[in-house]
């Protein structure tokens, strides 16, 4: 069985890229949304919720076929569609659609590798080293997300677009990383079709646990989207100048 000791040092290098790419389009996908034509509320609320649903939902589907086939595989056709839908923003079509649809490729891709990204690690490391796995994939991680205002805010004046083609060679080079340097760990694919049987017949509140999650998540997003919209209707953004770029370091916080 192939040694699987690198997979979380290579998740964590590609994660930086992605990471890093991803940060940058949400500081300058809504102000994009309006330069390009459509300065309409409901069709940028449309298009950001579009994006939502479509990182969210394939997450499911996408885990019961991790189990299936293997995380590895799974991971790489979810970095695939984002990358057709980086390609899809890069169009030179001026249209609402082909917006959109950029949009659900690239968060559905990011949405189906994301169950088996998680599984990975975990299935990679030794029980007693999963702290240290995850704690590096988070650092890795944060450290995209301080970047990316700052790479934004130094190259405020450079086209939205620019962006989207630095995510895509970001992505090229992180998808053959993974492609070759990524293992499936042992028992991945997973054929153990008792477990979850197991696991309800080890707890009995296992069930239960699994509506509380669900609703634990339900609340925090809701809650989290009225938050983020009220803070929307009371700071209104106007412009890529207040979503990273130079001039939001000297406005006030009342703008």
């Known amino acids: 069985m192939p040694s ?30 309006l330069e390009v034509g459509f300065d309409s509320a409901i069709l940028l609320g449309i298009a950001i919720t579009c994006a939502t649903l479509a990182g969210t939902f394939p997450q499911a589907g996408a885990g019961m ?54 599984t ?15 704690s590096i994939i988070q650092v890795a991680g944060n450290i995209a997300g301080i970047m990316a205002p700052i790479i934004v805010s130094a190259l405020f004046m450079v086209p939205t677009q620019f962006f989207f083609l630095l995510f895509l060679l970001f ?15 042992k028992g991945s694919p997973r054929t153990d079709k008792l477990i979850i049987p197991k696991l309800r017949a080890r707890n009995r509140l296992f069930g239960y646990s699994i509506i509380v999650l669900v609703l634990d998540a339900l609340i925090w997003g809701v809650s989290f ?10 700071y209104p953004f106007v412009g890529r100048d207040q979503l990273g770029g130079r001039q939001l370091a000297a406005v006030p916080l009342d703008w």
């Not at 990679?124 to 240290?132: P, Q, T, V």
């Not at 989207?225 to 009371?234: A, D, N, P, R, V």
């Open 65 to 118: 076929l991790a189990d299936r086939f293997g995380d590895k595989k799974i991971i790489i056709l979810g970095d695939i569609i984002s990358v057709v839908g980086l390609v899809v923003l890069l169009l030179p079509i001026n249209n609402y659609l082909v917006v959109v649809l950029g949009i659900l490729l690239l968060d559905g891709g990011g949405g189906a590798a994301n169950p088996p990204y998680q």
């Open 171 to 185: 992505m090229v080079v992180a998808v053959p990383i993974r492609i070759f340097g990524l293992r499936d760990a």
């Open 4 to 33: 699987t000791r690198w997979n979380v040092p290579i998740l964590a290098f590609t994660s930086f890229l992605k990471g890093l790419g991803y940060s940058m389009i949400i500081i300058v996908l809504q102000p994009y949304i």
């Open 225 to 234: 989207s009225i938050y983020f919209g009220m803070l929307t209707l009371t």
């Open 120 to 134: 990975m690690i975990a299935e990679s490391y030794a029980l007693e080293k999963h702290g240290r796995a995850f």
